[in-house]
């Protein structure tokens, strides 16, 4: 290894570590569902994104495996050369519909998604106005296109337009974009879409939401789009495959000519292999799913409400959020670790989140409820919260 390389992996290593900030990561042994294995230990999992539960659903399951038998594991090439399969075209017009728009086009992840659609419109001479808590893969993106990006406050809609104004009026830009979460995933809360769009009417400015936590939550299961009936008002609907359809991928859902550029333009289609078709096969399946009931989402719902009801009736503060996510906020980030590691011991999966993920001293222990959780495993989380919160006088 290169001295120089050597030097400084061993410094930052050392640093981290030194900190307490280096993550340790778990491995889980077996499936991710409601009750997860880690180190021959059974957990109740507060952790995971898989909201219906269908990562582990048993005709989704099905689905892939018959598929692989039929198609093999892998598309094989790039979307562009053969790797586009007749399954991946049905998928697509399966995502168009799920989300009410002309046309759709899927990416191998959420993140990739990102990278892909935001470079392959906006550049160098153009501005993006991004939400400050937005997600990493579109600060990412908004980097790569090498557009100016100018970060408005939190769901602060008056220093949005005033920042939109700003960006207009000053004649530099070609192109103006708002991009922003559907659900911020730290907090649970909801971006403003009627008030963006407004703004965006009032400027001129393209609109851009990566809906990842609220697609199979929010809007009956057709997400925060839908929840606020604003799919004809939204030029850009991302989405990932991988959080509540509980499989892989990402994807653009818009008008047939902005999805026809993305096919000629956006990077990581025409040089990333294609999804594999038996994950391709599960997705639209799992998309059908969400179409046909909203039993799974419904179920969640129930879990998230319960979930924090039984936090709160306890004493802890779970914030503001609108989805099922429940934070339960400690504040001190050392308590907020210790909280965490009390509950692994006690049997309970739940993550602590800390500064820099959230502002310092908002550190939380964050729960993702699902629909495959029952009461009695509901019960018993709340159950381990009471005991850990009274012992280390997080709750009296
Ligand atoms: C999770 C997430 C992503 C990344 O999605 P993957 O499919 O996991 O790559 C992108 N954007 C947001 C807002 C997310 O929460």
Same mark, same amino acid.
């Given at each position: 290894?290169?001295?120089?390389?050597? /030097?400084?992996?061993?410094?930052?290593?050392?640093?981290? %570590?030194?900190?307490?900030?280096?993550?340790?990561?778990?491995?889980?042994?077996?499936?991710?569902?409601?009750?997860?294995?880690? =180190?021959?230990?059974?957990?109740?999992?507060?952790?995971?994104?898989?909201?219906? =539960?269908? $990562?582990?659903?048993?005709?989704?399951?099905?689905? $892939?495996?018959?598929?692989?038998?039929?198609?093999?594991?892998?598309? =094989?090439?790039?979307?562009?050369?053969?790797?586009?399969?007749? !399954?991946?075209?049905?998928?697509? *017009?399966?995502?168009?519909?799920?989300?009410?728009?002309? $046309?759709?086009?899927?990416?191998?992840?959420?993140?990739?998604?990102?990278?892909?659609?935001?470079?392959?419109?906006?550049?160098?001479?153009?501005?993006?106005?991004?939400?400050?808590?937005?997600?990493?893969?579109?600060?990412?993106?908004?980097?790569?296109? %090498?557009?100016?990006?100018? %970060?408005?406050?939190?769901?602060?809609?008056?220093? &949005?337009? /005033?920042?939109?104004?700003?960006?207009?009026?000053?004649?530099?830009?070609?192109?103006? @974009?708002?991009?922003?979460?559907?659900?911020?995933?730290?907090?649970? #809360?909801?971006?403003? &879409?009627?008030?963006?769009?407004?703004?965006?009417?009032?400027?001129?400015?393209?609109?851009?939401?990566?809906?990842?936590?609220?697609? =199979?939550?929010?809007?009956?299961?057709?997400?925060?789009?839908?929840?606020?009936?604003? *799919?004809?008002?939204?030029?850009?609907?991302?989405?990932?495959?991988?959080?509540?359809?509980?499989?892989?991928?990402?994807?653009? $859902?818009?008008?047939?000519? !902005?999805?026809?550029?993305?096919?000629?333009?956006? %990077?990581?289609? +025409?040089?990333?292999?294609?999804?594999?078709?038996? #994950?391709?096969?599960?997705?639209?399946?799992?998309?059908?799913?969400? @179409?046909?009931?909203?039993? +799974?989402?419904?179920?969640?719902?129930?879990?998230?409400?319960?979930?924090?009801?039984?936090?709160?009736? &306890?004493?802890?503060?779970?914030?503001?959020?609108?989805?099922?996510?429940?934070?339960?906020?400690?504040?001190?980030?050392?308590?907020?670790?210790?909280?965490?590691?009390?509950?692994?011991?006690?049997?309970?999966?739940?993550?602590?989140?800390?500064?820099?993920?959230?502002?310092?001293?908002?550190?939380?222990?964050?729960? @993702?409820?699902?629909?495959?959780?029952?009461?009695?495993?509901?019960?018993?989380?709340?159950?381990?919260?009471?005991?850990?919160?009274?012992? +280390?006088?997080?709750?009296?």
């Amino acid at each position: 290894m290169s001295q120089k390389l050597e /030097a400084f992996l061993n410094e930052n290593l050392e640093d981290l %570590r030194g900190q307490g900030l280096y993550n340790e990561i778990d491995p889980v042994e077996g499936a991710n569902g409601p009750i997860i294995k880690i =180190g021959g230990k059974d957990l109740i999992n507060l952790s995971s994104n898989n909201y219906l =539960g269908l $990562a582990t659903n048993d005709d989704l399951k099905k689905i $892939a495996q018959e598929t692989i038998e039929k198609y093999g594991v892998g598309a =094989g090439a790039v979307r562009t050369i053969n790797g586009t399969l007749d !399954l991946h075209v049905k998928l697509e *017009e399966k995502l168009a519909e799920f989300k009410g728009t002309e $046309a759709a086009i899927s990416y191998q992840s959420g993140f990739n998604c990102n990278m892909a659609a935001i470079s392959a419109v906006m550049d160098k001479n153009d501005a993006i106005l991004s939400d400050e808590l937005n997600h990493a893969s579109i600060i990412d993106g908004c980097r790569l296109s %090498r557009a100016k990006t100018i %970060r408005f406050n939190h769901s602060d809609m008056e220093d &949005l337009r /005033a920042k939109a104004k700003e960006a207009v009026e000053s004649g530099q830009y070609n192109k103006v @974009m708002v991009i922003t979460d559907g659900v911020f995933s730290m907090d649970g #809360d909801l971006a403003k &879409l009627p008030e963006i769009v407004e703004i965006a009417k009032e400027f001129d400015l393209i609109t851009y939401v990566d809906d990842a936590h609220g697609s =199979g939550v929010m809007g009956k299961g057709k997400g925060t789009v839908k929840h606020f009936g604003l *799919e004809k008002e939204i030029d850009f609907q991302i989405g990932t495959l991988s959080k509540a359809i509980g499989v892989v991928g990402g994807y653009v $859902a818009g008008k047939k000519n !902005l999805i026809d550029w993305l096919k000629v333009r956006s %990077r990581p289609f +025409l040089f990333s292999t294609a999804l594999p078709p038996g #994950d391709v096969a599960a997705i639209t399946a799992a998309v059908q799913m969400i @179409m046909d009931s909203t039993e +799974l989402h419904d179920k969640l719902w129930e879990n998230g409400d319960y979930l924090k009801a039984g936090l709160k009736k &306890l004493g802890f503060n779970i914030g503001n959020s609108e989805t099922p996510i429940t934070p339960c906020i400690i504040g001190d980030e050392k308590l907020t670790q210790q909280f965490s590691k009390r509950l692994f011991e006690e049997g309970v999966y739940a993550k602590s989140i800390v500064f820099p993920t959230v502002p310092k001293g908002t550190g939380r222990v964050r729960n @993702m409820p699902t629909a495959a959780h029952t009461k009695e495993m509901l019960d018993q989380a709340i159950e381990v919260y009471e005991k850990v919160g009274k012992e +280390l006088g997080v709750i009296s």
